[in-house]
């Protein structure tokens, strides 16, 4: 019987604290500070007279331990918006971000001459 109300009262805790931890990230969401840092670095990457920069730049990627962006996969409509996003992304540091680990984003740019 002691066995029995033990075991219960111990599944109860463990039961709390993955709720607990499970919504610690509902509080918390990493995706504004994200979008925040991305949109400071990457910003329309300038008029060329020869190769006006218009289109369209998909990214996934994670984010290290360190806060580096790691780029999983890129496409895009000009291989110059592509490098040009890719190395903007390599300089970009999120220290300050709190991430589920190995969470993946997917995030897409848009760049317009107007």
Same mark, same amino acid.
């Given at each position: 019987?002691?066995?029995? %109300?033990?075991?219960?009262?111990?599944?109860?805790?463990?039961?709390?604290? %993955?709720?607990?931890?499970?919504?610690?990230?509902?509080?918390?969401?990493?995706?504004?500070?994200?979008?925040?840092?991305?949109?400071?670095?990457?910003?329309?990457?300038?008029?060329?007279?020869?190769?006006?920069?218009?289109?369209?730049?998909?990214?996934?990627?994670?984010?290290?331990?360190?806060?580096? %962006?790691?780029?999983?996969?890129?496409?895009?409509?000009?291989?110059?918006?592509?490098?040009?996003?890719?190395?903007?992304?390599?300089?970009?540091?999120?220290?300050?971000?709190?991430?589920?680990?190995?969470?993946?984003?997917?995030?897409?740019?848009?760049?317009?001459?107007?």
């Amino acid at each position: 019987m002691k066995t029995t %109300v033990r075991i219960m009262l111990l599944l109860a805790i463990m039961a709390t604290g %993955v709720l607990m931890t499970d919504n610690l990230y509902a509080f918390t969401p990493p995706a504004k500070s994200i979008r925040e840092i991305l949109m400071q670095n990457v910003p329309y990457p300038g008029y060329q007279a020869k190769n006006p920069a218009n289109g369209e730049v998909e990214v996934v990627f994670t984010l290290s331990d360190e806060g580096k %962006v790691q780029v999983k996969s890129i496409k895009g409509s000009s291989p110059y918006l592509e490098n040009y996003v890719k190395e903007a992304l390599s300089g970009i540091c999120c220290t300050g971000v709190v991430s589920p680990y190995n969470q993946h984003y997917r995030v897409t740019f848009t760049f317009r001459m107007t």
